[in-house]
């Protein structure tokens, strides 16, 4: 329906407009959190494939940014002295950055893809190619300008450019394991917005508002009152006293819990049950036996397709964290609180052992918060995953949460 630029005929293709047209045609889950390596997860029986989309102007081989890396800066920065040391480093980093994505979504290192869309006058190109690890014991063809390094671990090319910190990969349809799928004539709708006019008076007169079945919110890694991590709780209960007076062993590793601030279920009373308020009156009042105290008990569904049974507990249903008495993992291991911290903490974000977590350190990993969301009239089940920093205290404000400014590009 558009064009890229005014006297231009080389068709606009907005990149999230992508992401979704491909997400439903494909059956997949849009998995995009703002910069994260994957922006579509697809799953074929038991094989998950990680999915890089893109698109830009023009076919010829090119460079096109594929990672950010501003939090990192000033690691990078001590090894500009020396050209090799430096491009390790990037590559290091950019690595760490996709096995971090491979424990999250639960993907293997050698079946993911970039999909990309190049467009000419009037033409679509679809293209795919191979999305590996950088090779970093071979690196080689080094060089530096004012403004870039450049490098290749000779299955494709990388530049990393110093004033935006960022890593540009090299896509041609004749590198490494690189396809191209299909090539087609695009026509543009001379008036695109009558077209869109049109159509809407169409259907308005026949078609229903469209109710989402999808209920979602979100919950800070942080405390809401201190606005940190707190020492001995949250996402370091595994650093508080230990569980029996007197002992002195740790608690478990990972053992963690997600804090629930009470503002939370007063402003959302509806989202972990029907009304929590009511049901935490009636928990306080109950004086029965102990092992029928009413809980709030559900499935949490992890990014990388693995289910645990988790629930809310203590005072005010204010911690959220994995545990059964009753049911066990494929290795025979009762689940317990430390299910949760160990996807979260140690495979996603990897935290080494009984590290203090901090907000800082949270928000160098480029999170802050997490997203949660069910199906509309069911309690049963909850799906987890990463937020960008800041998600938790604009939901409490009803503010949008905003896709990733740099991705956001207007229609010109």
């Given at each position: 329906?558009?064009?890229?630029?005014?006297?231009?005929?080389?068709?606009?293709?907005?990149?999230?407009?992508?992401?979704t047209?491909?997400?439903?045609?494909?059956?997949?889950?849009?998995?995009?959190?703002?910069?994260?390596?994957?922006?579509?997860?697809?799953?074929?029986?038991d094989?998950?494939?990680?999915v890089?989309?893109?698109?830009?102007?023009?076919?010829?081989?090119?460079?096109?940014?594929?990672?950010?890396l501003?939090?990192?800066?000033?690691?990078?920065?001590?090894?500009?002295?020396?050209?090799?040391s430096?491009?390790?480093?990037?590559?290091?980093?950019?690595?760490?950055?996709?096995?971090?994505?491979?424990?999250?979504?639960?993907?293997?290192?050698?079946?993911?893809?970039?999909?990309?869309?190049?467009?000419?006058?009037?033409?679509f190109?679809?293209?795919e190619?191979a999305?590996?690890?950088?090779?970093?014991?071979?690196?080689?063809?080094?060089?530096e300008?004012?403004?870039?390094?450049?490098w290749s671990?000779?299955?494709?090319?990388?530049?990393?450019?110093f004033?935006?910190?960022?890593?540009h990969?090299k896509?041609?349809s004749?590198?490494?394991?690189?396809?191209?799928l299909?090539r087609?004539?695009v026509?543009?709708?001379?008036?695109?917005?009558?077209?869109?006019?049109?159509?809407?008076?169409?259907?308005?007169?026949?078609?229903?508002?469209?109710?989402?079945?999808?209920?979602?919110?979100y919950?800070?890694?942080?405390?809401?009152?201190?606005?940190?991590v707190?020492?001995?709780?949250?996402?370091?209960?595994?650093?508080?006293?230990?569980?029996?007076?007197?002992?002195?062993?740790?608690?478990?590793l990972?053992?963690?819990?997600?804090?629930?601030?009470?503002?939370?279920?007063?402003?959302?009373?509806?989202?972990?049950?029907?009304?929590?308020?009511?049901?935490?009156?009636?928990?306080?009042?109950?004086?029965?036996?102990?092992?029928?105290?009413?809980?709030?008990?559900?499935?949490l569904?992890?990014?990388n397709?693995?289910?645990?049974?988790?629930?809310?507990?203590?005072?005010?249903?204010?911690?959220?964290?994995?545990?059964?008495n009753?049911?066990?993992?494929?290795?025979?291991?009762?689940?317990?609180?430390?299910?949760?911290?160990q996807?979260?903490l140690v495979d996603?974000?990897?935290?080494?052992?009984?590290?203090?977590?901090t907000?800082?350190?949270?928000q160098?990993?480029?999170?802050?918060?997490?997203?949660?969301?069910?199906?509309?009239?069911?309690?049963?089940?909850?799906n987890i995953?990463?937020?960008?920093?800041?998600s938790?205290?604009?939901?409490?404000?009803?503010?949008?949460?905003?896709?990733?400014?740099?991705?956001a590009?207007?229609?010109?």
């Amino acid at each position: 329906m558009f064009r890229q630029k005014q006297g231009d005929l080389i068709p606009y293709l907005d990149s999230k407009f992508q992401e979704t047209v491909f997400a439903k045609i494909f059956k997949s889950q849009n998995v995009d959190i703002g910069n994260t390596p994957h922006d579509v997860l697809s799953v074929f029986g038991d094989v998950r494939i990680g999915v890089g989309l893109k698109t830009w102007m023009g076919s010829k081989p090119s460079f096109q940014k594929v990672m950010q890396l501003k939090r990192y800066q000033n690691e990078i920065n001590i090894h500009r002295d020396n050209l090799h040391s430096l491009a390790y480093k990037i590559s290091e980093i950019k690595n760490e950055r996709m096995k971090s994505d491979y424990k999250r979504l639960g993907l293997s290192d050698d079946k993911n893809i970039y999909h990309y869309v190049t467009r000419d006058k009037g033409v679509f190109t679809i293209n795919e190619c191979a999305y590996p690890l950088i090779d970093i014991n071979n690196l080689k063809n080094l060089s530096e300008t004012r403004s870039a390094l450049s490098w290749s671990d000779g299955n494709k090319d990388y530049r990393y450019t110093f004033g935006d910190s960022q890593i540009h990969q090299k896509f041609a349809s004749n590198n490494y394991n690189s396809l191209v799928l299909n090539r087609f004539d695009v026509k543009i709708i001379e008036d695109p917005f009558a077209f869109l006019l049109k159509a809407y008076f169409d259907i308005i007169e026949t078609s229903k508002a469209i109710e989402p079945d999808i209920v979602e919110a979100y919950l800070p890694l942080y405390s809401y009152e201190s606005k940190e991590v707190e020492e001995k709780s949250g996402l370091n209960a595994w650093n508080g006293a230990p569980k029996s007076k007197g002992s002195n062993a740790p608690r478990p590793l990972n053992e963690v819990y997600i804090p629930v601030p009470i503002e939370f279920h007063k402003k959302h009373p509806d989202f972990f049950t029907e009304n929590i308020l009511e049901f935490l009156k009636i928990r306080k009042s109950y004086d029965g036996a102990k092992n029928e105290k009413p809980e709030i008990r559900f499935y949490l569904q992890l990014p990388n397709g693995k289910t645990i049974p988790s629930l809310l507990t203590g005072d005010n249903m204010k911690n959220f964290q994995s545990g059964s008495n009753t049911e066990h993992d494929e290795n025979g291991k009762r689940y317990g609180q430390s299910a949760l911290g160990q996807w979260l903490l140690v495979d996603v974000l990897g935290l080494k052992e009984r590290e203090p977590v901090t907000r800082e350190w949270l928000q160098k990993k480029g999170t802050d918060s997490i997203r949660l969301w069910r199906k509309k009239g069911d309690y049963t089940t909850i799906n987890i995953d990463f937020a960008p920093i800041g998600s938790f205290e604009m939901f409490m404000k009803d503010v949008p949460i905003p896709i990733d400014e740099e991705e956001a590009t207007p229609f010109i």
